[in-house]
């Protein structure tokens, strides 16, 4: 019924497994001998974190936070808003943040600044989709599963006006469904 509204698969079922297996061995090796502290943004993140961290061979901890910036439209807005705040303490934490997404770069740039704030030893960044051609602020996450081009995507976490998140695929949603 959803695959009605998707022009063309970007990121399919396999490719979505392998880039998760990939970043996972890359993380277990970059983290060892600490204990990460691993941080969802929220919603996107769920489906992506959920099947990275099969991967990820450490003692880690995870976290969620929700953030929001969208609000129901096609292109993200500078109000930044914390739905859900962290509950521990992040002080001297090295912290990954699992993202579905890098757009503009503006959430990220709130997040990490905010972490920091808060005491935290490190901060980076592992996100399935980075979309370079969006960026407003200049930010670079350290793992990134693919790069899109410029398009909307939705699927596997990303919405559209909170629908198509669970589509098990990342795919470019027909315009006609935005501009109705
Ligand atoms: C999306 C995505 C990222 C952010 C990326 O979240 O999950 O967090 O936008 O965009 P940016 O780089 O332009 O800031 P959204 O605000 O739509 O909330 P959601 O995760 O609940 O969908």
Same mark, same amino acid.
């Given at each position: 019924?959803?695959?009605?509204?998707?022009?063309?698969?970007?990121?399919?079922?396999?490719?979505?497994? %392998?880039?998760?297996?990939?970043?996972? +061995?890359?993380?277990?090796?970059?983290?060892?001998?600490?204990? /990460?502290?691993?941080?969802?943004?929220?919603?996107?993140?769920?489906?992506?974190? %959920?099947?990275?961290?099969?991967?990820?061979?450490?003692?880690?901890?995870?976290?969620?936070?929700?953030?929001?910036?969208?609000?129901?439209?096609?292109?993200?807005? +500078?109000?930044?808003?914390? !739905?859900?705040?962290?509950?521990?303490?992040?002080?001297?934490?090295?912290?990954?943040? %699992?993202?579905?997404?890098?757009? !503009?770069?503006? !959430?990220?740039?709130?997040?990490?600044?905010? @972490?920091?704030?808060?005491? %935290? +030893?490190?901060?980076? =960044?592992? #996100? @399935?989709?980075?979309?370079?051609?969006?960026?407003?602020?200049?930010?670079? /996450?350290?793992?990134?599963? #693919?790069?899109?081009?410029?398009?909307?995507?939705?699927?596997?976490?990303?919405?559209?006006?909170?629908?198509?998140?669970?589509?098990?695929? =990342?795919?470019?949603?027909?315009?006609?469904?935005?501009?109705?």
């Amino acid at each position: 019924m959803l695959e009605k509204d998707i022009e063309r698969v970007l990121v399919s079922e396999s490719e979505i497994d %392998a880039i998760c297996k990939r970043l996972g +061995a890359q993380i277990t090796k970059d983290y060892a001998g600490q204990k /990460p502290l691993i941080v969802g943004l929220l919603k996107g993140c769920m489906p992506f974190m %959920a099947e990275l961290i099969k991967h990820i061979d450490l003692y880690c901890e995870i976290e969620l936070m929700g953030v929001s910036s969208y609000h129901g439209g096609i292109s993200s807005s +500078a109000d930044i808003r914390i !739905t859900k705040d962290l509950e521990i303490t992040v002080k001297d934490r090295h912290i990954l943040i %699992a993202e579905d997404i890098v757009d !503009t770069g503006k !959430t990220l740039d709130v997040i990490v600044k905010l @972490l920091y704030h808060r005491g %935290a +030893a490190s901060v980076d =960044v592992v #996100t @399935l989709l980075d979309k370079p051609a969006g960026r407003v602020l200049e930010f670079v /996450p350290k793992y990134i599963g #693919t790069v899109i081009p410029k398009e909307f995507v939705v699927g596997f976490g990303l919405d559209y006006d909170e629908m198509y998140r669970n589509l098990p695929y =990342v795919g470019v949603l027909k315009p006609e469904v935005y501009k109705k």
